[in-house]
């Protein structure tokens, strides 16, 4: 156990809803990331945060999804209008600065029906 | 360039044998290499990472060198053992105007008891 949450673990939809996964960091590390994972790849980095504030955000992240960190703690993911093409694992990593080690959730498996 | 080769996509080695799993990088300005190890259902796990000021670091049966010049970096275990069996991923810290994490595509390995 790392000490970062994901929530849900696991998301059945169908192709068009709109799904919202949550992810809980180690409370001291103010650095967030969201990575998409399919099946036999890495991690592909999608956006990350420094408190608040969202730095970077990748081109895969098409104007269906949406990320924020409200109070610099928690973070959501938000998937609108879902596609099969969204099926993967969502994963969330904190960071700690010194020394400079991520710290991975569990992840929450979306599969789009 | 922002992306790592990692080969090879599959090992397999007999209880005891060294496994070696190699990562080429394309971006000069990155610094920090970190491997991940993912287990079935987990996030990915810190390992053991190495800076490029130094051109080796071991920690117990694992070690991993890192080659500056020719922009490539492995990972070496000797002794291996059955719950070494994972799914292996190298990456780098990419500092350009970002600071974000490129992970290889994985190597799965087997240490057949």
């Known amino acids: 156990d790392t000490g970062v949450s994901q929530n849900p673990r696991h998301k059945i939809t169908k192709r068009g809803q709109n799904v919202t996964f949550r992810c809980d960091p180690i409370s001291e590390h103010n650095r967030l990331y969201w990575y998409r994972q399919t099946l036999g790849q890495g991690p592909e980095f999608l956006t990350y945060f420094q408190n608040e504030a969202q730095l970077e955000k990748s081109r895969l992240l098409s104007d269906r999804f949406s990320a924020e960190r409200p109070k610099g703690s928690f973070s959501t993911l938000e998937i609108q209008r879902t596609e099969q093409g969204d099926s993967a694992m969502y994963l969330c990593a904190c960071l700690d600065p010194v020394p400079n080690e991520q710290f991975f959730g569990p992840g929450t498996r979306l599969t789009v029906l | ?113």
Not at chain 2, 19 to 36: G, L, Q
């Open chain 2, 1 to 113: 360039g922002e992306n790592v080769e990692q080969h090879p996509s599959t090992l397999s080695v007999q209880e005891g044998d060294s496994a070696v799993i190699k990562c080429t990088y394309s971006d000069s300005a990155s610094n920090y290499f970190p491997w991940y190890k993912q287990e079935l259902g987990k996030g990915p796990q810190l390992i053991i990472d190495i800076r490029s000021n130094v051109g080796e670091k071991k920690d117990q049966r694992i070690a991993v060198t890192l080659n500056k010049t020719a922009k490539h970096f492995s990972l070496h275990i000797t002794e291996t053992q059955p719950e070494d069996s994972a799914v292996y991923f190298c990456a780098h810290l990419s500092v350009r105007g970002t600071y974000k994490y490129i992970f290889g595509t994985g190597t799965r390995l087997k240490v057949l008891a």
